[in-house]
């Protein structure tokens, strides 16, 4: 039997992870949740932002289900302390190295972009972060102080098979979509991002039917404002896709509605909205779940293999924006309903039917 292991979190995370778990409990009651802590409160009741036994608890059921880590109460922290730390942990102690963040327009909400309609409306895009490497994990890392002055270093690394299985990801994607990966770099400066387009290149023609182009990460920002709806598949290393992926959120207008997955091998997963714990408005009832309940959807189509429950989600939110329900993230324009977190929850559910 199915196992999904959920992890709230901190700020927003318990309330918008209770909305998604309530429409998983809908749709498939055979699925077994346990819960565990992650992050800030992870670091007040274990010690640590994830416990060796989560760490267990986690590798045992495969699939989890976050909500979102952080908050001030821990920002003074030291570095291998900080709640961020265990979502880092998670993903490398899964293997979760592809991480998929979809960027859609839903057509209700293409006015609340900041950026002109005509400048978003058709955005499909899906950014492909690699999400176990790079810089975010290479060694030697950390301060290195050198007598009279203060230093501090990371580490650009990736080897060749942590950069073709990536790839392939990005390409395997793209073939079920418009068969075009865009593979993001800095390749005019940086040897390791040359080095990663090297790979890159070797891996493309197994998927002869994709289209393959290059681009240069801070152009690549500069499109992604002013042409958009043109990129199908964004292929990037792990900083640049932390990066552009929070790019690609906003000009869609809404961050309360992206979901994401990472994935590894032998069917592991992990799927979490991607806004983060928004300390300001936590625990009043405010917070957008969509986001959280499209991770959901995610999670029953590639967790779970059930991608018609997953549509079926995807439309009960759509059809319950159509129907002018928003919460305050979102805008409220003329003949248009806000709702709070529970109430949101509740709508998508009785959408389910
Ligand atoms: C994200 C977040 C994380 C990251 C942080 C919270 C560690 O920004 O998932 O994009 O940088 O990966
Ligand atoms: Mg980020």
Redesign the pocket.
């Given at each position: 039997m199915a196992r999904v292991l959920v992890l709230p979190g901190d700020g927003i995370g318990p309330e918008v992870t209770a909305e998604a778990v309530a429409v998983l409990r809908q749709l498939a009651p055979d699925v077994q949740l346990e819960e565990r802590l992650i992050g800030g409160c992870a670091i007040d009741a274990e010690g640590a932002p994830l416990s060796d036994a989560t760490v267990a608890r986690a590798k045992d059921c495969g699939l989890v289900l976050l909500g979102a880590?952080?908050g001030p109460k821990w920002d003074k922290l030291p570095p291998n302390l900080r709640p961020?730390r265990g979502?880092?942990r998670i993903r490398k102690e899964l293997g979760l190295y592809a991480n998929l963040r979809p960027a859609t327009v839903f057509k209700a909400l293409a006015d609340a972009s900041p950026l002109r309609r005509e400048c978003v409306e058709g955005v499909d895009l899906v950014v492909v972060r690699e999400l176990t490497g790079g810089i975010?994990y290479g060694e030697p890392r950390g301060r290195d102080d050198q007598p009279g002055l203060r230093r501090a270093r990371n580490t650009e690394v990736y080897d060749e098979r942590e950069v073709a299985r990536i790839a392939r990801t990005a390409f395997r994607l793209a073939q079920d979509r418009k068969r075009l990966v865009t593979n993001i770099h800095k390749a005019n400066v940086l040897e390791v991002s040359a080095f990663w387009n090297e790979i890159v290149e070797e891996i493309a023609p197994e998927f002869p039917d994709v289209r393959l182009e290059h681009q240069l990460v801070d152009s690549a920002a500069m499109v992604l404002l002013r042409d958009a709806p043109k990129f199908d598949v964004l292929l990037c290393p792990n900083l640049f896709g932390?990066i552009l992926?929070?790019e690609a959120a906003m000009i869609t207008g809404s961050l309360g509605m992206l979901p994401s997955a990472s994935l590894g091998d032998a069917g592991r997963g992990l799927f979490e909205p991607?806004h983060?714990s928004a300390p300001d408005i936590a625990g009043q009832d405010k917070a957008n779940p969509l986001a959280a309940i499209l991770s959901v959807a995610m999670l029953l189509e590639s967790g779970l293999g059930r991608p018609k429950d997953a549509a079926r989600v995807r439309r009960a939110v759509e059809l319950t924006i159509d129907a002018g329900y928003r919460t305050g993230d979102l805008g409220r324009g003329p003949g248009q309903t806000l709702l709070g977190t529970r109430a949101m929850g509740a709508k998508v559910r009785e959408a389910l039917g």
């Open positions: 880590v952080g961020e979502l880092l975010y932390d992926s929070d991607i983060g």
